[in-house]
């Protein structure tokens, strides 16, 4: 099976900055798509980023501009690039990632494996 593995979460002041790390593990060959979500407390689960095949990404109107979502298929490893942090970006960031071509990689269902999740904390 895959195995999704976050690291590089923090605390860091506002207009700080932060790189997530995702290493993909368990397929011998690489995903469809790969996405970024958080979940703040109380909230729903939201996407930030999503990266299709190689080259074609995706925002949220929240973060473009300010995220740079990434992958290295030679490592296995999706990152964000977090910029200019903001007190409402502090959230429990997850990366999930689909094999299925026919997917919209776009919302949390359309994604069948998931991470533990990396804290993110953003303060004024």
């Known amino acids: 099976d895959v195995q999704l593995v976050e690291s590089g979460g923090g605390s860091v002041q506002a207009g700080g900055s932060l790189r997530l790390s995702c290493v993909a593990s368990?397929?011998?060959?690489?995903?469809?798509?790969m996405g970024w979500f958080r979940q703040a407390p109380g909230k729903e689960r939201e996407g930030v980023a999503a990266v299709i095949g190689s080259t074609k990404t995706r925002y949220a109107d929240s973060v473009k501009g300010r995220f740079t979502i990434s992958r290295d298929d030679a490592k296995n490893t999706l990152y964000l690039h977090m910029n200019s942090l903001e007190p409402e970006d502090s959230a429990m960031y997850y990366c999930?990632?689909?094999?299925?071509?026919?997917?919209?990689?776009?919302?949390?269902?359309?994604?069948?494996?998931w991470g533990q999740g990396t804290q993110v904390t953003v303060s004024s």
């Open positions: 999930a990632s689909e094999f299925w071509v026919g997917s919209p990689c776009a919302t949390v269902r359309d994604f069948t494996y």
């Open positions: 368990g397929r011998s060959y690489g995903s469809y798509c």
